[in-house]
């Protein structure tokens, strides 16, 4: 199960789901796998009734934000956004990559009436980002890993608050009271696991999740924010247990049943002008958008902080790191179905371009950091050679 854990592996897993869903979705099986994602199944005795689709959008995906919300809570207890002056380069970087793809998203669609569109190519996939850093990067400074890394996690914040505030549609808020306080239960029990794990306690947590998350569906919330808030509030050392033990869940089954649901999609007959304009400016914004955006925003926050404590981050590796921030994909297909619910024709070619968004990222953040890569090693033998002149004189 270890190899399930490598990013590599996760963004694999997720690259070859969603090209398996594009074709079959473009097969004679493609009919009969749509009508499938649309059949609803309802638990008998609630008021819960989805499609396939929403379960797996809206339930099993909680789960992936479930361990996306530890991995950040661990990061700003004791990992790289623990303090401010850690944050705040990064952060900055993750504002442009955020600002400037949703200006051009809104510049290609102005006056379409799809302009609320604007949030789709301001995600990034934070596991698929690293996964090609992982296959890429070997031998890339920490320095840049870390940057990296803490831009990931902030644009991860920055998407999930855009769900909970932008996709919320007349709130239940007895609901959201409800709610909270399972979120308040939920903290309660993961104090009482202390160091050791406790199957009682386990399976009443489980109980009390899976409530909160019926809870929050119910309230009119995105479902998937439940996970964010479970996660945010267990007490970190159970949670990295947990989210230890969910990694190849989510992983090796969850993220590429998503993928794999997003990317049915029926690839439209027609002409690139007909196309509408939100497919252009996905396509535009990811790739274009995060790379100008992060980069301006990166070179913007060099001239933050003491001069001792600015991090040497070069534009090439400006670059790549904007590069990354481009592969959309999990995050983005998410909000492409929330924005544009109802319209199907629309949502179609908005999958469409974040797939072609994200792997033209994923082409040019493979050059540039392997390129980057190259330098660096090149730079590491040249001083080993120099180290190794000075010891033989």
Do not use: C
């Not at 890993?145 to 996690?153: D, G, S, W």
């Amino acid at each position: 199960m270890s190899f399930i854990r490598s990013e590599r592996v996760a963004a694999l897993f997720l690259l070859v789901a969603a090209a398996i869903g594009l074709i079959a979705a473009n097969t004679p099986l493609g009919p009969g796998l749509m009508n499938l994602q649309d059949a609803h199944l309802a638990i008998p005795g609630t008021p819960l009734d989805l499609s396939v689709g929403h379960w797996i959008s809206d339930g099993l995906l909680a789960i992936f934000f479930f361990v996306v919300a530890v991995e950040l809570k661990n990061e700003f207890a004791v990992g790289q956004l623990n303090s401010v002056s850690k944050a705040v380069r990064p952060a900055i970087a993750a504002l442009g990559g955020v600002i400037v793809p949703a200006l051009i998203f809104v510049a290609f669609t102005s006056g379409s009436g799809y302009e609320g569109g604007w949030p789709i190519p301001t995600a990034t996939d934070i596991a698929f980002a690293l996964g090609v850093l992982a296959v890429f990067g070997k031998g890339i400074p920490s320095r840049l890993r870390i940057f990296i890394l803490a831009l990931a996690i902030l644009d991860d914040i920055v998407a999930i608050l855009i769900i909970a505030v932008f996709f919320t549609a007349d709130p239940n808020l007895l609901f959201i009271g409800l709610a909270a306080v399972g979120v308040a239960l939920f903290w309660l029990l993961s104090r009482s696991l202390g160091g050791r794990y406790r199957a009682p306690v386990g399976i009443l947590m489980v109980i009390v999740a899976v409530l909160t998350w019926s809870l929050t569906y119910l309230s009119g919330v995105h479902a998937t924010i439940a996970g964010v808030a479970l996660g945010l509030a267990m007490v970190r050392i159970p949670a990295m247990r947990v989210r230890h033990v969910l990694e190849p869940v989510t992983n090796g089954a969850i993220i590429p049943i998503f993928a794999f649901s997003a990317a049915l999609v029926a690839i439209p007959q027609v002409a690139p002008s007909e196309l509408a304009a939100p497919f252009w400016g996905i396509l535009v914004a990811l790739p274009v958008g995060k790379i100008i955006g992060i980069s301006l925003g990166g070179w913007l926050s060099s001239f933050v902080g003491p001069r001792e404590k600015r991090p040497h981050l070069t534009l090439h590796g400006l670059l790549a790191a904007g590069a990354l921030g481009g592969v959309g994909f999990t995050v983005s297909l998410l909000m492409n179905e929330l924005a544009f619910a109802g319209k199907e024709e629309v949502a179609d070619e908005g999958t469409l371009a974040v797939l072609l968004g994200s792997s033209i990222s994923i082409v040019i953040a493979a050059v540039l950091v392997s390129t980057l890569a190259a330098y660096y090693k090149k730079l590491r033998v040249l001083r080993e050679s120099a180290v190794e002149k000075l010891r033989t004189s």
